[in-house]
C-alpha cells in the first residue's frame, strides 16, 4: 500500500505529517513501514537519518531518479521503519526529467514495485510544486492525502492540485485513489474555523474527521531530530496522529 502525502505549497505539514503516520504505524501500529523522501529540502531524512550530511547523492533517491537505479534504502532509529533519503541535488531532476525520454513518470514506480512487497506501507513525502517528481510519487501510489493548512491561499491551492491528481489519473496511472484531505494546523482563530467549514463543505465526506491541532511540541520534536511519538506521547499533536492513523486504516 502506498499512500503520497502532498499538497501544492510549501509549509503546509506535509513533512510533519509523513513523519507522524509513518513513524506512527511503525511505532505503535506494529506495521512495516518505507518512508520515501522526494522533497529535495530533505526535512524527513534530517530527523529521521542520523548523521544524514554524510548521505551522498548515490546512496538517495536520486539514484533512482537521476540514475534509474534501486532505492537506496536506509534504517531509522526507529524499528519497523526504514527511509529512502532525499538530497539536495534532486532539485536538479526537472530539468533533467523535462528532456528525458524514458517513462521519466514512473522512475519510482518501477523501483518501488521492486521492494513494495516487503513493507506494509510506504509513505512518500511529497515536494510543494508541481513537478516530474510529484507526477513520479503520485504515478507509484495508490492513494493521495492532501494536507490543507488554514488560509485562503492553502484553500485556493487545493484546486490546482485537483487538477494534477486529473491528469495523472488520464495519462499515467488511472487507479489512483485521493484518500482524504487532512487538517493541519488547526487553532482557535476565526480563520481556522472558517477555513474548516469550507473544506468540508467542498469536499464533504473527503475530509478527514481528524484534524491536527497547531501545537509547538511537534515543532521541538523535528528541531530535536525526533518523531513525536518518541519526543512527546502525551502531546495533542500525538494523540491526533494516532486517532488519524487509526481512521486512515479504517478507510483503507
Ligand atoms: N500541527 C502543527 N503544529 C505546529 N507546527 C507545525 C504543525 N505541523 C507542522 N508544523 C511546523 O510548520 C512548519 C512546516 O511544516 P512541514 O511539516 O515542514 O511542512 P511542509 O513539509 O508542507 O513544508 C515546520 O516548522 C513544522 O514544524
Ligand atoms: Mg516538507
Not at 193 to 209: M, P
Not at 224 to 241: D, G, L, P, T, W
Request: charged share 25%; net charge neutral.
Amino acid at each position: 500500500m502506498i499512500i503520497s502525502i502532498a499538497s501544492q505549497k510549501g509549509g503546509t505539514g506535509k513533512t510533519s505529517s509523513s513523519l507522524s503516520i509513518a513513524s506512527g504505524l511503525a511505532d505503535i501500529f506494529n506495521k512495516k513501514v518505507l518512508l520515501v523522501d522526494i522533497d529535495p529540502q530533505a526535512n524527513s531524512s534530517k530527523v529521521l537519518v542520523k548523521d544524514y550530511q554524510k548521505i551522498s547523492k548515490e546512496d538517495s533517491i536520486c539514484a533512482t531518479i537521476l540514475d534509474r537505479k534501486p532505492l537506496p534504502i536506509h534504517s531509522t532509529g526507529i524499528e519497523n521503519l526504514d527511509i529512502v533519503p532525499s538530497h539536495i541535488l534532486l532539485s536538479n531532476t526537472d530539468i533533467e526529467l523535462t528532456t528525458a525520454k524514458d517513462h521519466r513518470e514512473g522512475r519510482l514506480n518501477r523501483e518501488l514495485e521492486k521492494v513494495k512487497d516487503d513493507y506494509d506501507f510506504v509513505i512518500i513525502d511529497c515536494p510543494p510544486t508541481l513537478s516530474w517528481l510529484t507526477i513520479n510519487a503520485f504515478t507509484a501510489s495508490d492513494h493521495i492525502i492532501i494536507v490543507v493548512a488554514p488560509g485562503y491561499f492553502e484553500l485556493d491551492s487545493l484546486n490546482q492540485i485537483g487538477k494534477t491528481i486529473k491528469e495523472v489519473r488520464e495519462y499515467f496511472h488511472p487507479d489512483i485513489n485521493l484518500l482524504g484531505y487532512l487538517f493541519v494546523m488547526s487553532d482557535p482563530t476565526i480563520n481556522s474555523r472558517t477555513s474548516l467549514k469550507i473544506l468540508r463543505q467542498t469536499y464533504t465526506e473527503k475530509v478527514f474527521n481528524t484534524i491536527i491541532p497547531r501545537n509547538t511540541d511537534l515543532r521541538d520534536a523535528h528541531f530535536n531530530k525526533q518523531v513525536i511519538f518518541r519526543y512527546n506521547k502525551e502531546a495533542k499533536s500525538s494523540q491526533a496522529y494516532k486517532k488519524l492513523i487509526s481512521e486512515l486504516l479504517e478507510r483503507l
